[in-house]
């Protein structure tokens, strides 16, 4: 992540928004955001519900983001979304 390298707080605050926008409105209850790799439209997760839900990559790269912007410290709802990933 940018941030770590560079220090400057603009990469992590763009990294958090991304991690908000994508857990309030791409978020199954057991964590996990897409299907195939893929985001649907915001807020209509029932019509993709498949077989293959929570595809392992990007659960693993959401939580590399996260672990990322925890770097200082934990915030509570980061701990929350790992812990749900996990």
């Given at each position: 992540?940018?941030?770590?390298?560079?220090?400057?707080?603009?990469?992590?605050?763009?990294?958090?928004?991304?991690?908000?926008?994508?857990?309030?409105?791409?978020?199954?209850?057991?964590?996990?955001?897409?299907?195939?790799?893929?985001?649907?439209?915001?807020?209509?997760?029932?019509?993709?519900?498949?077989?293959?839900?929570?595809?392992?990559c990007t659960t693993y790269n959401?939580l590399k983001v996260s672990l990322?912007?925890?770097?200082?410290?934990?915030?509570?709802?980061?701990?929350?979304?790992?812990?749900?990933?996990?």
């Amino acid at each position: 992540m940018r941030y770590e390298i560079t220090g400057d707080p603009l990469y992590k605050d763009i990294g958090a928004f991304f991690m908000d926008v994508v857990n309030s409105s791409h978020s199954y209850a057991t964590g996990g955001t897409s299907v195939g790799e893929f985001w649907s439209d915001p807020k209509r997760l029932a019509s993709t519900l498949q077989t293959e839900n929570e595809e392992s990559c990007t659960t693993y790269n959401m939580l590399k983001v996260s672990l990322a912007i925890c770097s200082d410290g934990p915030k509570k709802w980061l701990t929350q979304i790992i812990t749900s990933e996990l």
